[in-house]
């Protein structure tokens, strides 16, 4: 199936949306939109691509707190694993790698857990930005330590209504 590839912006930087016509495969956050991928203009779109969008401007609007476009990512069943696991961290909420290793009943796996949450490719959507160190630190983010702490704090406000400095 054609991949396609579409950026958009959002208040942490740009975000490269990458899927077919029928789910998202990808969603990283850039600095800018500067890529070699061939990129769709807006008018050719594919519906998924549409929902993808609306749904991400709600969840950066504060009136999104679960996604409902369809997404496939390809990974083991392990990788699979943990990321199904990351969907159930609750908005606005945080566990730490080892938590989410006993929860998979892999409790010495805290690097391989640590790992594939750092391989996720769907940005936000499997919020990979909810996992901290066991000593309540910020620990590796793809996007940046900044971005983990705006997304959290982000959600903190609108799941509670007051922004507060969690970090």
């Known amino acids: 199936m054609e991949q396609y590839h579409y950026f958009t912006p959002t208040p942490v930087g740009s ?15 850039r600095d ?3 890529t070699d991928l061939p990129l769709l203009q807006r008018s050719a779109l594919p519906d998924v691509f549409l929902q993808c969008i609306g749904e991400m401007e ?6 999104l707190r679960d996604f409902t476009f369809p997404v496939e990512q ?4 392990f ?13 606005g909420q945080t566990t730490t790698y080892l938590q989410l290793a006993k929860a998979l009943n892999h409790p010495k796996a805290i690097r391989a857990v640590g790992t ?3 391989r996720n490719q769907l940005w ?7 996992v901290i160190g066991s000593n309540g630190a910020l620990t590796g983010y793809a996007g940046g330590l900044w971005r983990k702490k705006w997304l959290l704090e982000h959600e903190m406000k609108h799941r509670f209504g007051a922004q507060g400095q969690l970090f």
Do not use: M
């Not at 899927?19 to 998202?24: F, L, Q, R, Y």
């Not at 390809?74 to 069943?77: D, E, F, S, V, Y």
């Open 15 to 29: 975000l490269l949306i990458t899927g077919t016509d029928t789910t998202i495969n990808a969603l990283s956050i």
């Open 32 to 34: 800018n939109d500067k």
């Open 58 to 63: 709600a969840y950066f609007a504060g009136s």
């Open 74 to 77: 390809a990974g083991t069943l």
């Open 79 to 91: 990788q699979q694993s943990v990321w199904e696991k990351l969907l159930t961290i609750p908005y």
């Open 116 to 118: 594939t949450n750092g």
């Open 124 to 130: 936000v959507v499997v919020p990979c930005h909810r």
